[in-house]
């Protein structure tokens, strides 16, 4: 099993920035994905951004450029540095751990772009 916690959400102007982050604890395996999906209410959680434990990112067109995934293996930890945030970008993030087909998912973080 393993648990996610997630911290770094909230309220930001637009143009602004934020960073979340996610730390892994229990029974990790490698080689594993870790990442940040989003959801909107009433819409499909999209993927947003994944780094592998060997540092292979992967970003949604829509945040290229402006969001910036990392992790710290040593830590389990994965950052999700957002800038030039827009209210678009509105929505609860959620972390995620992947290893082989097994997933696990944090409790989400919310984060509003708004002025």
């Known amino acids: 099993q393993v648990q996610l916690v997630e911290s770094g959400g909230g309220l930001v102007q637009p143009g602004g920035s934020l960073t979340v982050s996610c730390a892994a604890s229990?029974?990790?395996?490698?080689?594993?994905?870790m990442g940040w999906y989003r959801q909107d209410p009433g819409k499909q959680r999209e993927v947003v951004a994944t780094i592998t434990s060997g540092g292979m990112t992967n970003y949604v067109d829509s945040v290229k450029g402006r969001f910036t995934i990392s992790r710290d293996n040593r830590k389990n930890t994965v950052y999700l540095q957002m800038n030039n945030l827009k209210p678009e970008d509105t929505a609860v993030y959620y972390c995620?751990?992947?290893?082989?087909?097994?997933?696990?998912w944090g409790q989400g973080t919310q984060v509003t772009v708004s002025s």
């Open positions: 229990g029974r990790i395996f490698s080689p594993n994905t």
């Open positions: 995620n751990f992947r290893w082989l087909t097994v997933n696990y």
